[in-house]
Protein backbone atom coordinates (compact mmCIF):
# COMPACT_ATOMS: atom_id res chain seq x y z
CA UNK A 1 0.00 0.00 0.00
CA UNK A 2 1.04 3.62 0.02
CA UNK A 3 2.76 4.10 -3.18
CA UNK A 4 2.94 7.27 -4.66
CA UNK A 5 3.60 7.12 -8.87
CA UNK A 6 5.31 9.72 -10.91
CA UNK A 7 5.01 10.07 -14.79
CA UNK A 8 7.21 10.72 -16.59
CA UNK A 9 10.67 9.36 -15.15
CA UNK A 10 12.67 10.97 -17.57
CA UNK A 11 12.34 13.50 -19.98
CA UNK A 12 14.28 15.83 -22.36
CA UNK A 13 13.29 18.71 -23.63
CA UNK A 14 14.30 22.15 -25.64
CA UNK A 15 14.87 24.88 -24.08
CA UNK A 16 11.76 27.37 -24.30
CA UNK A 17 9.60 24.40 -24.31
CA UNK A 18 6.74 23.26 -21.15
CA UNK A 19 7.20 20.04 -19.71
CA UNK A 20 4.22 18.80 -17.66
CA UNK A 21 5.13 15.96 -14.49
CA UNK A 22 2.37 13.99 -12.73
CA UNK A 23 1.77 12.27 -9.74
CA UNK A 24 -0.51 10.10 -8.33
CA UNK A 25 -1.70 8.05 -5.61
CA UNK A 26 -2.48 4.70 -6.43
CA UNK A 27 -4.10 3.07 -3.62
CA UNK A 28 -5.04 5.86 -1.32
CA UNK A 29 -6.49 9.66 -1.75
CA UNK A 30 -4.17 12.49 -0.95
CA UNK A 31 -5.89 16.22 -0.21
CA UNK A 32 -1.86 17.50 0.20
CA UNK A 33 0.98 16.43 -2.38
CA UNK A 34 4.36 18.45 -1.93
CA UNK A 35 6.72 18.91 -4.84
CA UNK A 36 10.47 19.14 -4.21
CA UNK A 37 13.31 19.50 -6.40
CA UNK A 38 16.76 18.23 -5.93
CA UNK A 39 20.11 19.19 -7.44
CA UNK A 40 22.77 16.55 -8.15
CA UNK A 41 24.33 15.25 -4.69
CA UNK A 42 22.22 17.78 -2.45
CA UNK A 43 18.99 17.80 -0.25
CA UNK A 44 15.56 17.99 -1.40
CA UNK A 45 14.01 21.44 -1.26
CA UNK A 46 10.60 21.87 -0.52
CA UNK A 47 9.10 23.80 -3.72
CA UNK A 48 5.12 23.94 -2.89
CA UNK A 49 2.55 22.54 -1.03
CA UNK A 50 -0.42 21.42 -3.82
CA UNK A 51 -4.11 21.52 -2.21
CA UNK A 52 -6.73 19.25 -3.73
CA UNK A 53 -9.37 22.06 -5.16
CA UNK A 54 -7.34 25.26 -4.42
CA UNK A 55 -4.08 27.09 -5.07
CA UNK A 56 -0.79 25.84 -4.50
CA UNK A 57 1.26 27.10 -1.71
CA UNK A 58 4.63 28.25 -2.88
CA UNK A 59 8.32 28.59 -1.10
CA UNK A 60 9.71 31.72 -0.87
CA UNK A 61 11.69 31.76 -3.88
CA UNK A 62 9.81 29.67 -6.07
CA UNK A 63 8.10 31.31 -9.15
CA UNK A 64 4.82 30.79 -9.36
CA UNK A 65 3.93 31.38 -12.99
CA UNK A 66 6.96 29.04 -13.88
CA UNK A 67 5.92 26.00 -11.98
CA UNK A 68 2.55 25.84 -12.70
CA UNK A 69 1.05 23.24 -10.19
CA UNK A 70 -2.86 22.14 -10.19
CA UNK A 71 -4.63 19.25 -7.73
CA UNK A 72 -8.01 18.58 -9.53
CA UNK A 73 -8.48 15.56 -7.96
CA UNK A 74 -7.62 13.61 -4.31
CA UNK A 75 -4.96 11.16 -6.13
CA UNK A 76 -3.79 13.62 -9.12
CA UNK A 77 -0.99 16.44 -9.20
CA UNK A 78 0.79 17.90 -11.50
CA UNK A 79 3.64 20.27 -12.14
CA UNK A 80 4.41 22.05 -15.16
CA UNK A 81 7.43 23.49 -15.65
CA UNK A 82 6.86 26.61 -18.65
CA UNK A 83 9.03 27.83 -20.93
CA UNK A 84 11.95 25.57 -19.60
CA UNK A 85 15.38 26.77 -19.47
CA UNK A 86 18.96 24.52 -18.67
CA UNK A 87 18.81 25.83 -14.71
CA UNK A 88 15.23 24.06 -14.62
CA UNK A 89 17.50 20.76 -15.10
CA UNK A 90 16.76 18.78 -11.74
CA UNK A 91 15.20 15.81 -10.02
CA UNK A 92 12.04 16.59 -9.36
CA UNK A 93 10.21 14.70 -6.67
CA UNK A 94 6.55 14.42 -5.36
CA UNK A 95 5.16 13.22 -2.31
CA UNK A 96 1.62 12.93 -0.72
CA UNK A 97 -0.36 12.59 2.56
CA UNK A 98 -3.02 9.95 3.31
CA UNK A 99 -6.26 12.10 3.30
CA UNK A 100 -7.71 9.57 5.78
CA UNK A 101 -5.01 8.87 8.02
CA UNK A 102 -3.40 13.15 8.20
CA UNK A 103 -3.65 13.77 11.58
CA UNK A 104 -1.06 16.50 12.00
CA UNK A 105 2.97 16.89 11.92
CA UNK A 106 3.64 13.74 12.63
CA UNK A 107 1.92 12.60 9.24
CA UNK A 108 4.21 9.85 7.01
CA UNK A 109 4.88 11.17 3.39
CA UNK A 110 5.12 8.81 0.52
CA UNK A 111 7.36 9.65 -2.00
CA UNK A 112 7.13 9.10 -5.50
CA UNK A 113 10.34 7.98 -8.12
CA UNK A 114 11.39 11.52 -8.72
CA UNK A 115 11.37 12.68 -12.48
CA UNK A 116 14.63 13.57 -14.11
CA UNK A 117 13.91 16.79 -16.06
CA UNK A 118 17.09 17.74 -18.38
CA UNK A 119 16.77 20.93 -20.71
CA UNK A 120 19.07 21.57 -23.49
CA UNK B 1 11.33 27.61 14.05
CA UNK B 2 12.29 23.43 12.94
CA UNK B 3 16.25 22.85 11.56
CA UNK B 4 17.92 19.39 11.20
CA UNK B 5 21.65 18.83 10.87
CA UNK B 6 23.35 15.83 9.54
CA UNK B 7 26.49 15.88 11.13
CA UNK B 8 28.82 13.75 8.70
CA UNK B 9 28.13 14.17 4.74
CA UNK B 10 29.95 11.09 4.22
CA UNK B 11 30.55 7.93 6.05
CA UNK B 12 32.31 4.82 5.10
CA UNK B 13 32.06 1.33 6.96
CA UNK B 14 32.69 -2.35 6.26
CA UNK B 15 30.50 -4.68 5.38
CA UNK B 16 29.57 -6.36 8.70
CA UNK B 17 30.58 -3.25 11.16
CA UNK B 18 28.04 -0.93 12.78
CA UNK B 19 26.46 2.26 11.12
CA UNK B 20 25.95 5.03 12.64
CA UNK B 21 24.53 8.14 10.90
CA UNK B 22 24.24 11.23 13.31
CA UNK B 23 21.38 13.90 12.72
CA UNK B 24 20.74 17.02 15.35
CA UNK B 25 17.64 18.82 15.16
CA UNK B 26 16.40 21.87 16.39
CA UNK B 27 12.52 22.71 16.89
CA UNK B 28 9.94 25.19 18.82
CA UNK B 29 7.53 22.37 19.66
CA UNK B 30 7.57 18.82 20.12
CA UNK B 31 9.13 17.79 17.04
CA UNK B 32 8.81 13.99 14.71
CA UNK B 33 11.61 12.64 13.51
CA UNK B 34 12.15 10.66 10.39
CA UNK B 35 15.00 8.86 8.13
CA UNK B 36 14.65 8.48 4.84
CA UNK B 37 16.81 6.39 2.47
CA UNK B 38 17.47 7.30 -0.93
CA UNK B 39 19.34 5.00 -3.63
CA UNK B 40 20.67 6.38 -6.69
CA UNK B 41 18.20 7.94 -8.70
CA UNK B 42 15.21 6.83 -6.77
CA UNK B 43 12.59 8.66 -4.44
CA UNK B 44 12.68 8.58 -1.22
CA UNK B 45 12.20 5.55 1.01
CA UNK B 46 10.88 5.79 5.07
CA UNK B 47 13.01 4.31 7.27
CA UNK B 48 11.73 4.92 10.31
CA UNK B 49 9.50 7.48 12.21
CA UNK B 50 9.24 9.18 15.91
CA UNK B 51 6.25 10.80 17.08
CA UNK B 52 6.30 11.15 20.37
CA UNK B 53 5.79 7.40 21.62
CA UNK B 54 8.43 5.38 22.29
CA UNK B 55 12.23 6.96 22.36
CA UNK B 56 14.11 3.83 20.55
CA UNK B 57 12.19 3.31 17.48
CA UNK B 58 12.93 0.06 15.37
CA UNK B 59 12.53 0.33 11.44
CA UNK B 60 12.98 -1.82 8.67
CA UNK B 61 16.30 -3.32 7.59
CA UNK B 62 17.37 -3.49 10.63
CA UNK B 63 17.36 0.17 11.49
CA UNK B 64 16.75 2.00 14.40
CA UNK B 65 17.25 5.37 16.11
CA UNK B 66 16.85 7.07 19.17
CA UNK B 67 15.27 9.47 19.93
CA UNK B 68 17.42 11.73 22.98
CA UNK B 69 15.06 15.12 24.04
CA UNK B 70 18.28 16.10 26.11
CA UNK B 71 20.85 16.43 23.29
CA UNK B 72 18.45 17.40 20.85
CA UNK B 73 19.68 14.44 18.69
CA UNK B 74 17.89 11.43 16.44
CA UNK B 75 20.56 9.03 15.21
CA UNK B 76 20.69 6.27 13.10
CA UNK B 77 22.15 2.56 13.81
CA UNK B 78 22.97 -0.56 12.17
CA UNK B 79 24.44 -3.38 14.26
CA UNK B 80 25.58 -4.78 11.00
CA UNK B 81 26.18 -3.24 7.40
CA UNK B 82 24.90 -4.51 4.60
CA UNK B 83 26.27 -3.68 0.53
CA UNK B 84 22.89 -2.93 -0.03
CA UNK B 85 22.79 -0.28 2.92
CA UNK B 86 24.78 2.15 0.32
CA UNK B 87 22.67 4.86 -0.69
CA UNK B 88 21.65 8.56 0.71
CA UNK B 89 20.29 8.80 3.94
CA UNK B 90 18.16 12.08 4.82
CA UNK B 91 17.29 12.98 8.80
CA UNK B 92 13.75 15.05 8.16
CA UNK B 93 11.95 17.15 11.02
CA UNK B 94 8.53 17.69 10.29
CA UNK B 95 7.65 21.85 9.76
CA UNK B 96 5.76 24.38 12.30
CA UNK B 97 2.65 23.00 14.30
CA UNK B 98 -0.54 22.53 12.58
CA UNK B 99 -1.33 20.25 9.73
CA UNK B 100 0.75 21.66 7.00
CA UNK B 101 2.91 18.45 6.82
CA UNK B 102 5.69 20.41 5.70
CA UNK B 103 9.21 18.00 5.93
CA UNK B 104 12.37 20.00 6.89
CA UNK B 105 15.49 17.86 5.23
CA UNK B 106 19.04 17.58 6.54
CA UNK B 107 21.47 17.80 3.63
CA UNK B 108 22.26 14.14 3.72
CA UNK B 109 24.65 11.51 4.43
CA UNK B 110 26.01 9.44 1.89
CA UNK B 111 26.72 6.05 3.26
CA UNK B 112 29.40 3.61 1.65
CA UNK B 113 29.75 -0.05 2.61
CA UNK B 114 33.22 -1.60 1.30
CA UNK B 115 33.68 -5.28 0.91
Known amino acids: GAVVSQHPSRVICKSGTSVKIECRSLDFQATTMFWYRQFPKQSLMLMATSNEGSKATYEQGVEKDKFLINHASLTLSTLTVTSAHPEDSSFYIC????????????????FGPGTRLTVL | AQSVTQLDSHVSVSEGTPVLLRCNYS??????LFWYVQHPNKGLQLLLKYTSAATLVKGINGFEAEFKKSETSFHLTKPSAHMSDAAEYFC?????????????FGQGTTLQVKP
Open chain 1, 95 to 110: SARDHILATGVGDTQY
Open chain 2, 27 to 32: SSYSPS
Open chain 2, 92 to 104: VVSGASGNTGKLI
